[in-house]
């Protein structure tokens, strides 16, 4: 097999490569060589692959596909897209203001904000309006739910108060007063429960306050990250959501501050930056 080029980039530590998808064209088992390629020790290392091509449609400038670590595939990463839109610019693949990016759960739109050098930029994206059905989540539950709300979760011998959302993938939120338990054994498990069919990220919220939220994040198909953009959105929209905070929040994780905006018409946005790390080649 031919060397594949890639570039790797972060937002706030949350890292991806970026791949163009002409250059895995050779590459028969995709996942399979996600679960490799993103090993920390043996591969190149990253929370996951963005494989970005050109988009032959008209309602979008470049389409994009987040495969996790695990092999499988996201329907949606806000920083993973982030730093397949930023790998556009740098390449040159791309140089206007605006950036429409389809995604397995709809086109997305990016707007350039700031370059801070090459390579270095923050975006404002436009992501989709939430659902909150316990169908669309999903969330399995004796009755329908139209808003899954503090619906009890039993992992081992505790009971835990879960919200859910789906905001291009299916996050779980538990709000908590501290951090000071084993919330990593607790994500793990709750990620793959039976009430969950496809999964779902973990995250365990702390209200700062009416504007400031704190998360710990366990992301599906990843494990404990840095940063999520679903996870952040999610999250934020919950907590306006339950009248917890407003519909303008920062989120602070162990990566660094995510603005989220729930505007009036329902459309949740996220300005964030995208960070190159290296490029290099891959060998297999």
């Known amino acids: 097999m031919k060397p594949i080029n890639f570039c790797k980039f972060h937002g706030f530590g949350n890292d991806y490569v970026v791949i ?15 679960e490799k ?23 979008a400038d470049f389409t994009c596909r987040i495969i996790n670590p695990d ?12 730093c397949a839109v930023a790998y556009a610019y740098f390449k040159n693949l791309w140089s206007g203001e605006n950036l429409r990016l389809r995604t397995k759960s709809g086109v997305k739109n990016y707007r350039l904000t700031e370059t801070l050098a090459a390579g270095h930029y923050w975006f404002d994206a436009e992501i989709g309006k939430p659902r909150f059905a316990g169908r669309e989540i999903p969330f399995l539950s004796a009755d329908e739910l139209d808003a899954v709300i503090d619906a009890p979760v039993r992992i081992d011998d505790q009971t835990f108060a879960v919200s859910c959302v ?10 908590v007063g501290e951090f000071n338990f084993d919330w990593r054994e607790v994500g793990r498990k709750m990620e793959r429960h039976e009430k969950f069919p496809e999964r779902a990220n973990i995250v365990f919220v702390k209200v700062l306050d009416r504007e400031n939220i704190e998360l710990r994040i366990w992301e599906r198909g990843a494990g404990e990250t840095s940063a999520s953009g679903t996870c952040s959105s999610g999250a934020a929209v919950l907590s306006a959501y339950t009248n917890r905070t407003g519909r ?16 009036e018409d329902g459309e949740m946005t996220i300005l964030g930056r995208a960070d190159l790390v290296f490029g290099g080649e891959y060998y297999g």
Do not use: M, Y
């Not at 092999?71 to 982030?82: D, I, K, L, Q, V």
């Open 20 to 34: 163009e998808a002409a250059a895995l064209a050779a590459v028969e088992d995709l996942g399979a060589f996600t």
């Open 248 to 263: 303008r929040v920062s989120v602070h994780t162990a990566g660094g501050v995510t603005a989220i905006d729930w505007r």
């Open 71 to 82: 092999g499988s595939e996201a329907g949606f990463s806000g920083n993973g897209t982030r």
């Open 37 to 59: 390629f993103c090993h920390r020790h043996t591969g190149v290392g990253s929370d996951g692959i963005a494989v970005l091509e050109r988009s032959g449609e008209p309602d």
């Open 166 to 175: 789906n905001v291009g993938n299916p996050v779980a939120c538990v709000f």
